[in-house]
Every structure is written in structure tokens, then in C-alpha cells.
T-cell receptor, first 113, second 111 residues
Framework: EPEVTQTPSHQVTQMGQEVILRCVPI?????FYWYRQILGQKVEFLVS????????KSEIFDDQFSVERPDGSNFTLKIRSTKLEDSAMYFC???????????FGPGTRLTVT | KQEVTQIPAALSVPEGENLVLNCSFT??????LQWFRQDPGKGLTSLLL?????REQTSGRLNASLDKSSGRSTLYIAASQPGDSATYLC??????????FGAGTTVTVRA
């Protein structure tokens, strides 16, 4: 069964460093999402992406964040200068055209020290 | 803005007892509602998805109901087992296609 994959599973970085989280969505899906979950808190929407551009972003998704689909398979989330409060689990999800169900990857745990 | 609330926040039951987890949402204009399971420090495992036109969905010992007009869903887990111990998250897809999550109900099933 096709699945969304994410790498790395765990990333540790120092404050101020740039990180790139990678996702490979399901191959025929066209809509892509990033969510995050700070420890002990709700899963929160960050951004949606379709047709090589951002469809919608939350207030969390400020100028420090960017997303890209650099090739036909990967979907990335970049945090330019990480802060301690960026420590969270980041989930990628994808959705097929004409459907409403999002399929989630296993997540990347980001720890900023 | 869609708000999703889950009650109770935590639940502890002896093995074999049935579990009832509640979810409510403020905006009834949804496409679907999904229940997830999350083990500590892990990802999201999709359990059941109910389309907005459906009233319930069943998978094994799990049954989820949806009352869209009143903004409520209930997840029933029959004959609970210690392996059911986890956090259960409810999420709704609103008409902007974003998923809004509840804070979850943490379930402990005592052997």
C-alpha cells in the first residue's frame, strides 16, 4: 500500500541553524501539507501546497519557514534559523485530487538545543 | 475558525471494559471526520474516517458515529485490551481542506 515517508525520523540542531525536513508524498497525490505537534499540544496546521505554490498558511508559518517541491517526488519544509520553540514533531500529509482524506507520514521529531 | 474538543482528556479503565470517547466541533461544514491513534512520541495511525454523509463507520472492535448537525462524534472501542492504551485524536476536514485536531483523549487500559 502506498505511504507517505519522511526523513529524517529525528533531527537535532542548534538554535540559529537551518534545517530541511523531507517528505515523499504518495505518488499520484497533488495536495501536500505540513503540520506540527509541540510536545503535549494539539497537532496544528502549518501550510498547504498545490500546483507548486502555497495554497494557505497559518499564522505560525512566518518568514522563517518555506516549502518547496524541488523535484517530482520530494516535498520539503525549511526552517531558516531555528528557535527553541520550533522543537516539535513535524508531519507531512498528502491528498489526491477529488478526495478529502489526507494521508500522514510518520513524522520528523525536531529538537532544537 | 474550527475548534475541536475532546472529552475526557484522560480515561483509565480495567481490561474488558468498553471505551467511549467524545469529540465535538464548532463548524458543521465538514467534509469528513477522522479518528487517529497516537502512541507516545510516535506518529498518527488513522483508525476510521467518516464521510460527512455517513452516520457511522466500523472497523473490528472500533465503531465511530457522526452527528454532523450537532457537531459531535463518538468513538466506541469494545472489550478494551492493554494494547489499546494510547492517545486518540479526533480531526475534522473543513471546507478549506485543512484538518483541525482535538487535543486527544489519553486512554490507559489496566490489565
Amino acid at each position: 500500500e502506498p505511504e507517505v515517508t519522511q526523513t529524517p525520523s529525528h533531527q537535532v540542531t542548534q538554535m540559529g541553524q537551518e534545517v530541511i525536513l523531507r517528505c515523499v508524498p504518495i505518488s499520484n497525490h497533488l495536495y501536500f501539507y505540513w503540520y506540527r505537534q509541540i510536545l503535549g499540544q494539539k497537532v496544528e496546521f502549518l501550510v498547504s501546497f498545490y500546483n507548486n505554490e502555497i495554497s494557505e498558511k497559518s499564522e505560525i508559518f512566518d518568514d522563517q519557514f518555506s516549502v518547496e517541491r524541488p523535484d517530482g517526488s520530494n516535498f520539503t519544509l525549511k526552517i531558516r534559523s531555528t528557535k527553541l520553540e520550533d522543537s516539535a514533531m513535524y508531519f507531512c500529509a498528502s491528498r489526491a485530487l477529488g478526495t478529502y482524506e489526507q494521508y500522514f507520514g510518520p513524522g520528523t521529531r525536531l529538537t532544537v538545543t | 475558525k474550527q475548534e475541536v474538543t475532546q472529552i475526557p482528556a484522560a480515561l483509565s479503565v480495567p481490561e474488558g471494559e468498553n471505551l467511549v470517547l467524545n469529540c465535538s466541533f464548532t463548524d458543521s461544514a465538514i467534509y469528513n471526520l477522522q479518528w487517529f491513534r497516537q502512541d507516545p512520541g510516535k506518529g498518527l495511525t488513522s483508525l476510521l474516517l467518516i464521510q460527512s454523509s455517513q452516520r457511522e463507520q466500523t472497523s473490528g472492535r472500533l465503531n465511530a458515529s457522526l452527528d454532523k448537525s450537532s457537531g459531535r462524534s463518538t468513538l466506541y472501542i469494545a472489550a478494551s485490551q492493554p494494547g489499546d492504551s494510547a492517545t486518540y485524536l479526533c480531526a475534522v476536514t473543513s471546507n478549506d481542506y485543512k484538518l483541525s485536531f482535538g487535543a486527544g483523549t489519553t486512554v490507559t487500559v489496566r490489565a
